[in-house]
Nanobody, 121 residues
Framework: QVQLVESGGGLVQAGGSLRLSCAASGSIISINAMGWYRQAPGKQRELVATITGGGSTNYADSVKGRFTISRDNAKNTVYLQMNSLKPEDTAVYYC???????????????WGQGTQVTVSS
């Protein structure tokens, strides 16, 4: 059993900052790529940022220069620092992780339950 638990969402004014955290727990041998996605009402889920096991990062154009993804491998945790927030950043934010649970079984992607981020104008 693997769980991803997000925290850090909330209500913030435009221009403000939030830091999201996502901790993975359970029977884990290794975590490969981790990422953050978001889904606004009436829209499809979209990629926000990803980070590989080696620390390489990738961002959606809409958040480049404002958001920073990082990870703490010792804590099996991925973070998303969000600065200069805009109303259009309002969404439910989900983390995911590509996790290996057994050496003889291919890795699987797991998702968290999501955390609401609301940016008021």
């Amino acid at each position: 059993q693997v769980q991803l638990v997000e925290s850090g969402g909330g209500l913030v004014q435009a221009g403000g900052s939030l830091r999201l955290s996502c901790a993975a727990s359970g029977s884990i041998i290794s975590i490969n790529a981790m990422g953050w996605y978001r889904q606004a009402p009436g829209k499809q889920r979209e990629l926000v940022a990803t980070i590989t096991g080696g620390g390489s990062t990738n961002y959606a154009d809409s958040v480049k220069g404002r958001f920073t993804i990082s990870r703490d491998n010792a804590k099996n945790t991925v973070y998303l620092q969000m600065n200069s927030l805009k109303p259009e950043d309002t969404a439910v934010y989900y983390c995911n992780a590509d996790i290996t649970r057994r050496y003889w079984i291919p890795s699987n992607t797991y998702w968290g339950q999501g955390t609401q981020v609301t940016v008021s104008s």
